[in-house]
């Protein structure tokens, strides 16, 4: 293929992106569809509808949550499956489309804004079997001077309030435990399960070929993937792990690298099975980091524990009160900035998409003025392509950034301790080398070879 031929095809790659996602945001953001404007809801009709306008806020944050269904155009949406638990009903399982897109309540459960959430103050009537769901109502109420989104659900007349589901971790970044517990499949469950089964695939069918052409050239998808593997193996683990230990962190690396890698690009294919924001999720990236973490602590040998909780050589007093707290913290904010660094990069890049492609229809005053429209239309689908061009490369560097700060962890942790002294006198050579990927490495040692 020729250099131009290259281009074009990239060319027509974005600019088919660029108009599927308008298309993908006229479906969601017409008020028309949802008898509602600026509180887009899953039912056919909002309690809160105050007209026309177009919200480009609310459709943006819809396009970048999770979802129990994947919406292909207008009213047709791809279920998936629901599995749900209150302790004082049992388990329903079964498919989102079993709420038809939110008009219809089962078990006392409603689809809203494509999550199921759970009617909590109802008669044991409404909790039981199907009931048709006459609109969603949002509010905002202040608490002890915190405001939060409430929403209603209004059954046979009646409006009843609605839970989100119990999570983890109890409320610790937000939500808590409520009335039920939802193990459903959603759009980013699905995604993370295509990804980790297109690896499966992929690196299965290379071993494949290193196992038939062992002793000769590598050929097909082996030949693909080698440079790939010598790259992170030559560029990451060695530098930063060090020849004596990094075969044992090889695989480790390699799986978060391509994890995360396949997760943004299936980010950014705007329909089927992609259009999930996973690494956008900060659940996600929160877990990917714990993980990430937990493998250098884990490794972490005498020496890297007793210069971090106990530093030889200082006087007791400035360890206690200065240089331990501030070490204790750091195991804390490394996984942190990896966790906000992957969430906010590629949550900024689909909010950037989105806001453009938004233009068309904040220029036509939705539907209103065609010459606005077909302004926002040349501004918009330029820039998208422009972005997506960008977003592709950022899937990239996002996957290796990530990759690389992971191994720098560990190589910290598995440093040998007859290295220290010579680390030490070059301490800041070797924190400018580590900076050049925007400082991120600062303050830890890299690992010798």
Not at 80 to 101: N, Q
Not at 195 to 202: D, G, K, M, S, T
Not at 399 to 413: H, V
Request: include cysteine; glycine fraction near 10%.
């Amino acid at each position: 293929m020729t250099s131009s031929a290259r281009y074009l095809f990239l060319f027509l790659f974005c600019f088919g992106f660029g108009l599927i996602s308008a298309q993908e945001v006229n479906d969601h953001g017409t008020a028309a569809d949802h008898g509602t404007a600026g509180d887009e809801t899953d039912v056919h009709q909002s309690c809160d509808a105050h007209g026309d306008d177009y919200d480009p806020a609310g459709v943006i944050l819809h396009h970048i949550a999770d979802a129990n269904e994947f919406h292909v155009f207008g009213d047709v949406s791809i279920p998936l499956p629901v599995i749900l638990y209150a302790p004082e009903h049992g388990w329903t399982v079964g498919l989102s489309s079993m709420f038809h897109h939110g008009e219809t309540a089962v078990d006392g459960y409603v689809m809203n804004h494509g999550r199921v959430n759970r009617i909590a103050d109802a008669r044991a009537t409404v909790l039981e079997g199907e009931h048709p769901v006459e609109c969603i109502a949002h509010r905002q109420e202040t608490v002890d001077g915190k405001t939060s989104d409430i929403y209603y659900a209004k059954v046979n007349g009646e409006e009843y309030l609605l839970d989100a589901p119990s999570v983890g971790d109890g409320g610790l970044l937000g939500g808590g435990i409520t009335s039920f517990y939802d193990f459903s499949i959603t759009k980013n469950v699905f995604t993370m399960l295509l990804a980790a089964l297109l690896l499966i695939l992929l690196w299965g069918a290379v071993a494949a070929g290193y196992r038939k052409n062992e002793g000769k050239a590598p050929s097909g998808v082996q030949s693909l993937m080698e440079p790939f593997f010598v790259f992170l193996r030559d560029e990451i683990t060695i530098p930063m792990i060090g020849e004596k230990h990094y075969e044992r962190f090889q695989p480790f690396i390699m799986t978060v690298f391509f994890f995360v890698l396949f997760c943004n690009l299936l980010g950014l294919v705007p329909i089927f099975p992609g259009s999930s924001n996973v690494t956008g999720n900060i659940a996600v990236t929160m877990a990917l980091a714990v993980i990430a973490a937990f493998v250098a602590y884990f490794h972490g040998n005498k020496h890297f524990w007793a210069h971090t909780l106990w530093m030889p050589g200082v006087p007791a007093a400035i360890k206690i009160f200065i240089l331990t707290p501030v070490e204790i913290l750091g195991l804390v904010i490394k996984p942190f900035s990896l966790m906000v660094r992957l969430f906010a990069n590629i949550t900024a890049g689909h909010i950037i998409i989105l806001s453009l492609i938004s233009l068309i229809f904040i220029f036509g005053a939705n539907g209103e003025n065609v010459v606005g429209a077909g302004a926002g239309a040349v501004v918009g689908v330029a820039f998208t392509l422009f972005m997506n061009c960008i977003e592709l490369l950022v899937a990239f560097v996002q996957a290796f950034i990530f990759a690389i700060l992971s191994a720098s962890y560990i190589g910290a942790a598995v440093e040998d301790a007859h290295h220290h002294d010579e680390l030490g006198h070059h301490g800041e050579e070797k924190i400018a080398e580590g900076g050049a990927m925007g400082g991120a490495v600062t303050g830890m040692h890299t690992a010798a070879n």
